[in-house]
């Protein structure tokens, strides 16, 4: 989820840099990177599990909820 974040972080920058370049308003570019990256940072959250799931040859697994007892 880190990964992600970061990811949002740089996505809104370079979102609101490229829109305000473009138009020269602080409202469209502010706009823009708002709604742009918040939209993509949810489909790269799935595209990230789907290419694992991908790169593994399997279906991501549901987390045991008993995990934590495993973990000795």
């Not at 996505?11 to 939209?39: D, W």
């Not at 489909?43 to 990230?48: C, K, P, R, S, W």
């Amino acid at each position: 989820m880190i990964k992600t974040f970061s990811f949002a972080i740089l996505h809104f920058s370079v979102a609101f840099t490229i829109a305000y370049l473009l138009t020269g308003s602080m409202l469209v570019g502010g706009l823009m990177a708002l709604i742009e990256p918040a939209c993509n940072t949810v489909v790269f959250y799935f595209h990230d599990r789907a290419w694992h799931r991908h790169e593994h040859g399997q279906q991501a697994k549901e987390p045991d909820e008993h995990e934590w007892a495993y973990a000795a």
